[in-house]
């Protein structure tokens, strides 16, 4: 795999997302100004798949991709199992396998809750899954990823201003070189905006969900400084086509993107248990 103010011209993103009339929590990092976007998408609810193994995950892939940080305070019990739509003793549960797992402590007293570890490493934790995951669910994470994504790109492509494609290359270009936590999170808020101008409500959401779950892979990657620089060049290409009205040359840049990016990750996890 803070808080942007964005101007109206997003008006097609969602905001906080609502479903069955909540919305998520306004965490300590909508105060601090860094993107919320993936944050949005950590707390949108489960619904009736609300199991605590789902919760866990939801939250430990935020932490695994830097979406929450070490320190940061999650929301109450109560507050996540209402956003989440689940049961507050399933949001108990899901917390107390994280902080089995060192990814959570517990503070007492005033201003005490659940916090993200300041042991908790996100490369380390995202090498740890990669190990655990296959190449056929690699694959198989990488072809929704791109059908999303593509359709996406395309009809930005069809309904973007180019205007509105310069601010997304001016962002990314300034976060190029810089620290990596906050390039990725930049490159994610980047093809979240490239989603919103689909105009596309729906595909918008389903985009937010796949990059914070693949984020912390893409992290992975871009920890090699050529691979950074490679990304770089891809998204300038996507977005020239974008820019341009060329949906079909958008497209196979982004399914290029995205055979690279989970060839890597292939060939990364052979070599990691070939050690």
Known sequence: MGTITEPERHSALPGPIRQNGVVPPRSPAHRQGRPARLLSAVFQPIGDEGRASLVERRIADA???????AGEKLPSEQDLAQTFGVA???????LL????????VTRRGRGGGSFVADSADPMAFTTETLLATTRVSLRDAAT?????????V?????????????????????????????????VDDAIIELAALSQSARLT???????????PFFALIDQDEAEQRRRLEAMDSILNAVAEADASRAGNLVADAVAH????????????EAQ
């Open 63 to 69: 932490i695994r991709g830097g979406v929450l940080h």
């Open 88 to 94: 507050p003793a399933t949001v108990r549960e899901a």
């Open 97 to 104: 396998s994280l902080r089995s797992r060192g990814l959570l």
């Open 144 to 152: 929704h990823y791109l059908a999303i994504t593509r359709a996406c």
């Open 154 to 186: 395309e009809l930005a492509a069809r309904r973007a201003d180019p205007s509105e494609v310069e601010l997304i290359r001016a962002r990314v270009h300034r976060a190029h070189g810089g620290d990596l936590r906050m390039w990725r999170r930049i």
């Open 205 to 215: 959401r389903e985009q937010m969900r796949l990059q914070a779950e693949l984020s």
């Open 261 to 272: 990016d989970v060839t890597w990750l292939i060939d990364h996890r052979a070599e990691l």
